[in-house]
């Protein structure tokens, strides 16, 4: 088992910047991807970003160079920075982690991000 647990959302104004961040526990050491995904109202949950242990990144295509994300792999946790923000990066934002050789797979309870002026 692994718990993640958010921070960092908030409102932020266009073009402002945010960054969220990520803390594991648990089952720390089997943990594999780490990364971030969102919703957005009434669509599906899409990839923002994710980073394995080795540290390949993978980056959704809407991120467009405005997002980094970043690892710790001593602490376990996950950060997103986020500029550029426009008001269509409104959701909420989840963060995730899987295993090594395992198909299971965790989400923390998400965080609101609301860019609006």
């Known amino acids: 088992q692994v718990q993640l647990v958010e921070s960092g959302g908030g409102l932020v104004q266009p073009g402002g910047s945010l960054r969220l961040s990520c803390a594991s526990s648990?089952?720390?050491?089997?943990?594999?991807?780490m990364g971030w995904y969102r919703q957005i109202p009434g669509q599906e949950r899409e990839l923002v970003a994710t980073?394995?242990?080795?540290?390949?990144?993978e980056y959704g295509d809407f991120v467009k160079g405005r997002f980094t994300i970043s690892r710790d792999n001593f602490k376990n946790t996950i950060d997103l920075q986020m500029s550029g923000l426009e008001p269509e990066d409104t959701a909420v934002y989840y963060c995730y982690a899987d295993l090594f050789a395992s198909p299971a797979a965790y989400w923390g309870r998400g965080t609101q991000v609301t860019v609006s002026s």
């Open positions: 980073r394995t242990k080795a540290g390949r990144t």
């Open positions: 648990g089952n720390i050491l089997s943990i594999n991807v």
